[in-house]
C-alpha cells in the first residue's frame, strides 16, 4: 500500500466514518429492498396480467422521478445545514415512510404502494448529496480513496443484497408481512446509526433556497462547470452509471434467455459483477494516492471497452442449448468480473476528484447535480436498451457489443477533456 494510503478497513473502526457508512448501506439496501419486492409482487399476480408492464414502468418511473424533482433543493440544504443534523430528519422521515409501506402491503393496496415508492425515492434524493459531500469533512485528504471505495463496494453491495432479498421475500410464505417488517426494522437500523454521526457543518448557512428546479438547473450546471475537471470528473460518473445500468438491467435476461439458466444463475452473475466492483475499489485503495488514483481511470476505462466486447463475444458464442457449468460460463463469468473491477477502478478516483476540486461552499450542489445527471443518464440508457433489444429486435449481445463501442466513444472524449482542463484534467497524473 502507498505510503499515503490509510488501511482501507480501519476507517470502519472511526466514528467519523462506521456510523455515516451503516447509514448509507442500510439505506441503498431498504431502496432495492422494497423496489424489487414490489416488481416481484406485482408480476406475480398482484395486477392483472395486461397491466403488469404499466405497472412496473411506472414503478421505475415513480423512483427515479424524485432525484429530478429534489436533487437541486437537496444539493441548497446540504450546502446550508449541517449534513449530520440533515442525515437524521431524512434517515428519520424513512420510518414513517416503511411503516406506511407495510401497512399498505398488507392491505394489498398498490396504488399507494406506487405513491410510497416515489416519496421513497424522494428521500434518497435528498440523502444524495449529503451522501459524497460530508466525506470530505470527516476525513482527511488521504482517506477520501478508501473512503470512496468504502462507499461504492458498500452500495453496490447493498444494491445486490437488497435485490436478492426483494426477490426472495417476495417469492416466500405470507411476503406482505415479511415484507413489511424488514423494511421496517431496515429504516430504524438506519435511523439509529445516523444518531451517532459527527457534525459536520454547512459552509454556507446564509444560503438562500431557490425551489425552482429548472432554474437551478441550470445554476448548478454553471457551478460545475466553473471548475472543468469537475464537469469532465461528473460526466464521467454519470457515464458509469448510465453503463453499469445497462448490464444490471440486462444480467438477469441475459442469464435466463441466452444462457438457458434459472433465477440462481441470475444471483450468480449479479454477485460476480459486485465482486468485481468491490474488488475494483479495493485496488483503488491499494494503488490510489493523493491524486495518483486518477492513472487508474484511464486503466478502468481501457478495461471497459475490452472485456465489454469479450463479453459481447462470449454471449456471441453461445449456442442454443444451456451452457451449464463448462469454459463458456467460465468465461462469461470472469468477464462480468473484470468488467466490474474496470468500473471500480473507473469510477472511485472521479469521485475523489470531483469532492476534491469542488469548492468547499458549493461542493453539495455540485453532488446534487451529478446525482441528477446520473439519473439523466440512467434514463437515457433504459431508453437505448429499449430501442435496441425492442424496436430494432437485436440481441443481448450485440447490444453488449453496442455499449462497448458508445463507451470507447466517451472514454476517448472524456479522457481528452479532462488531459486539456485548466486547473488539473484527468490525466495529470500521468504526466
Given amino acids: 500500500m502507498s505510503a499515503d494510503s490509510p488501511a482501507i478497513f480501519g476507517l470502519l473502526r472511526r466514528r467519523r466514518f462506521l456510523p455515516f457508512f451503516v447509514v448509507q448501506f442500510s439505506g441503498a439496501f431498504n431502496d432495492n429492498l422494497y423496489r424489487n419486492a414490489l416488481l416481484v409482487l406485482l408480476v406475480s399476480g398482484a395486477v392483472a396480467a395486461d397491466r403488469v408492464n404499466l405497472w412496473v414502468n411506472l414503478a421505475a418511473g415513480l423512483f427515479i422521478l424524485p432525484f429530478f424533482l429534489f436533487s437541486p433543493l437537496a444539493g441548497q440544504l446540504a450546502d446550508r445545514c449541517d449534513k449530520a443534523w440533515l442525515m437524521r430528519w431524512v434517515k428519520g422521515a424513512e420510518v414513517p415512510i416503511m411503516a406506511a409501506v407495510a401497512l399498505a402491503l398488507w392491505q394489498h393496496a398498490w396504488g399507494w404502494l406506487l405513491g410510497l415508492l416515489f416519496a421513497m425515492g424522494a428521500q434518497s434524493a435528498f440523502f444524495g448529496p449529503l451522501k459524497y459531500a460530508i466525506l470530505p469533512q470527516h476525513l482527511a485528504p488521504t482517506e477520501l480513496v478508501a473512503g470512496n471505495a468504502l462507499v461504492g463496494m458498500g452500495t453496490f453491495v447493498a444494491i445486490l443484497a437488497g435485490t436478492i432479498g426483494g426477490a426472495l421475500l417476495a417469492g416466500s410464505a405470507d411476503p406482505e408481512f415479511r415484507v413489511g417488517i424488514g423494511v421496517v426494522l431496515v429504516a430504524l437500523l438506519g435511523w439509529s446509526a445516523s444518531a451517532a454521526v459527527p457534525p459536520a457543518p454547512g459552509p454556507t448557512p446564509g444560503l438562500r433556497l431557490d425551489w425552482n428546479p429548472l432554474r437551478q438547473f441550470a445554476v448548478l450546471y454553471r457551478l460545475a462547470a466553473e471548475r472543468p475537471a469537475v464537469l469532465v470528473a461528473v460526466l464521467g460518473i454519470s457515464w458509469f452509471w448510465a453503463l453499469g445500468a445497462s448490464y444490471l438491467t440486462q444480467i438477469p ?97 472521479l469521485y475523489v476528484r470531483m469532492q476534491r476540486e469542488a469548492a468547499d461552499d458549493r461542493r453539495a450542489r455540485i453532488i446534487a447535480f451529478n446525482n441528477l445527471l446520473n439519473a439523466l443518464f440512467m434514463v437515457a440508457a433504459s431508453l437505448l436498451g429499449m430501442l435496441v433489444l425492442g424496436w430494432l429486435q437485436r440481441g443481448i449481445a450485440e447490444f453488449f457489443l453496442i455499449l462497448s463501442a458508445l463507451h470507447g466513444v466517451a472514454a476517448m472524449l472524456l479522457l481528452r477533456a479532462g488531459a486539456s482542463a485548466p486547473g488539473g484534467g484527468l490525466l495529470d497524473g500521468l504526466r
Avoid at 460476480?272 to 484511464?298: D, P
Fill in 253 to 349: 435476461n441475459f442469464a435466463v434467455a441466452v444462457l438457458g439458466g434459472a433465477p440462481p444463475l441470475i444471483a450468480v452473475l449479479l454477485s460476480a459483477f459486485v465482486v468485481g466492483i468491490g474488488t475494483g475499489s479495493l485496488l483503488c485503495a491499494r494503488f490510489g494516492g493523493t491524486y495518483r488514483e486518477l492513472r487508474l481511470v484511464t486503466v478502468g476505462a481501457l478495461g471497459l471497452g475490452l472485456f465489454g466486447v469479450d463479453l459481447a463475444l462470449a454471449a456471441g458464442a453461445v449456442g442454443a442449448a444451456p451452457v451449464g457449468w463448462s469454459w463458456a460460463l467460465a468465461r462469461i463469468l470472469a468477464d462480468i468480473v473484470l468488467l466490474g473491477a474496470s468500473g471500480g477502478l473507473y469510477v472511485i478516483p
